[in-house]
């Protein structure tokens, strides 16, 4: 016996199977990105730490400024200003060059500079793990000023002896957030690359980019920057999730460089007398600050509960736009507190991480690391991140579980943000920069007065 149903006896039967159908297909296209995404682990990283002979106090930093001879009284006395305001303080580094009289500010210099740094951490971080040189399927360096041939990815193969068929990438003109961008592209190249071990390192030269002219803007640079970097081993090889630190969640990249002040804020460029130098702009704060907007609001999507999405919503969109006095008030910023843990904000100067303190409402605790990045460390460009979550690790503040967001600043202008997801427990050994003197922070550090 047989059952013919017509269609629409069949739509009586069965009136939800189209929605069935539907819902269905989401789950099995849900399922199907589940089981076959491409998890991106953190396994380590090793921030730079120079010797002892390279570290500059403040006095020093002045008294060597003064016996360059190339500086007036105005200039001198506003570099002194700056740094004693800047909540630098008095252990940070320069390269063997700038402690030179006179400074020596050559490109030789400055790859020394890099060999320095980039061939100490990678050492650090490659026998710390035991890992051979010829295991690494991919390699990605970031310098944003200096960019010598051959490459500095291609000095790094030929000092460890990487295979022949290593991908590698070198990245220059980048800025302070080129380290987050490195690790995007790494992610995307681990998308790809089955089963794979990518190496990123982040730099920034200092010796040959000291600025030697008058212009205030440029003079700047003079006082935040200091050595520093960073060598960071990610992979997507599943066995390593159970000796990694850490699983990638979210990568927002923003770049404002098509508006012509966000463009000129960070400006790599000669003044009247022909010194190279690069200026920053009065309106840096203002840039970074529509930037961050920018970047939190397709952050947020990603990262913040159900709750605190309805409630920036409704008061920073539906209110706003239908109640004109809302339209008077600041915008409504979402409670990131409640997405994350712990915050690492670029150290590029005390003024910048007060702001963002200020506008995400984080207290003294959240903007810590920082600050002591800053103090210890100086701005270290695009390495600053990762020295942040290197304190908070020597801290033993980041426990299995806790979400970390590293925000990163850099000319173009860009905002970059990376989210991580500790999954193991956390011991800062040797490695960690920060082990030998952790004890020693956090540190008092004068407040910015206006000038």
């Known amino acids: 016996m047989s059952i013919i149903l017509d269609q629409s006896e069949f739509q009586i039967a069965f009136p939800n199977l189209k929605l069935i159908a539907i819902v269905a297909f989401f789950v099995i296209v849900a399922l199907y990105h589940t089981l076959n995404s491409k998890k991106v682990y953190l396994l380590d990283f090793v921030c730079y730490k120079a010797p002892k002979t390279h570290r500059v106090p403040i006095s020093t930093f002045i008294e060597h400024e003064?016996?360059?001879?190339?500086?007036?009284?105005a200039?001198?006395?506003?570099?002194?200003?700056?740094?004693?305001?800047?909540?630098i303080g008095g252990e940070t580094y320069l390269p063997s060059g700038m402690h030179l009289l006179p400074a020596d500010h050559t490109l030789k210099s400055a790859v020394e500079e890099a060999e320095m740094v980039l061939f100490t951490s990678v050492e650090i971080l490659l026998k710390t793990h035991k890992i051979e040189p010829k295991n690494i399927d991919m390699l990605i360096t970031n310098c944003s000023l200096v960019c010598p041939t051959p490459?500095?990815?291609?000095?790094?193969i030929n000092k460890f002896g990487f295979r022949s068929n290593i991908l590698s990438f070198n990245l220059s003109g980048m800025g302070c957030s080129a380290g987050l961008l490195s690790i995007s592209l790494a992610r995307d190249l681990l998308k790809v690359h089955k089963n794979s071990l990518i190496l990123v390192?982040?730099?920034e030269a200092v010796s040959s980019n000291m600025y030697r002219g008058k212009v205030k803007s440029m003079l700047l640079a003079n006082c935040l920057f200091r050595m520093g970097g960073t060598a960071i081993l990610l992979s997507n090889r599943k066995t390593d999730r159970k000796i990694a630190?850490?699983?990638?969640?979210?990568?927002?990249?923003t770049n404002l460089a098509s508006k012509n002040g966000s463009y000129k804020c960070v400006?790599?460029?000669?003044?009247?007398?022909?010194?190279?130098?690069?200026?920053l702009s009065r309106s840096i704060l203002q840039v970074a600050s529509e930037a961050l907007k920018t970047n939190m609001a397709a952050l947020a999507l990603n990262v913040l509960p159900y709750s605190e999405l309805i409630k920036y919503a409704v008061l920073a969109v539906l209110w706003r736009r239908n109640w004109p006095p809302a339209k008077k008030r600041n915008a409504y910023v979402p409670n990131f507190k409640k997405a994350f843990d712990h915050f690492c904000i670029h150290a590029g100067g005390k003024t910048v991480i007060d702001a963002i303190k200020v506008k995400l409402k984080l207290n003294d605790r959240d903007v810590e690391a920082s600050k002591m990045t800053l103090y210890r460390f100086g701005n270290t460009s695009s390495s600053s991140v990762w020295y942040s979550l290197g304190y908070l690790e020597a801290k033993g503040m980041v426990e299995k579980g806790d979400i970390v967001w590293q925000l990163g600043f850099g000319s173009g202008f860009k905002c970059n943000s990376g989210v991580w997801k500790c999954i193991s427990a956390i011991?800062?050994?040797?490695?960690?920069?920060?082990?030998d003197r952790i004890h020693r922070f956090p540190v008092d550090v004068p407040e910015v007065m206006d000038h």
Do not use: P
């Open 245 to 253: 630190k850490y699983e990638l969640q979210q990568l927002v990249r």
């Open 151 to 156: 490459s500095l990815s291609a000095m790094i």
């Open 201 to 203: 390192v982040s730099t």
């Open 267 to 279: 400006f790599q460029e000669e003044d009247e007398e022909g010194f190279i130098g690069v200026s």
């Open 75 to 87: 200039t001198l006395g506003f570099q002194t200003k700056v740094i004693e305001r800047s909540g």
């Open 427 to 435: 011991k800062a050994d040797a490695s960690n920069a920060w082990v």
């Open 66 to 73: 003064q016996r360059f001879g190339n500086f007036g009284d």
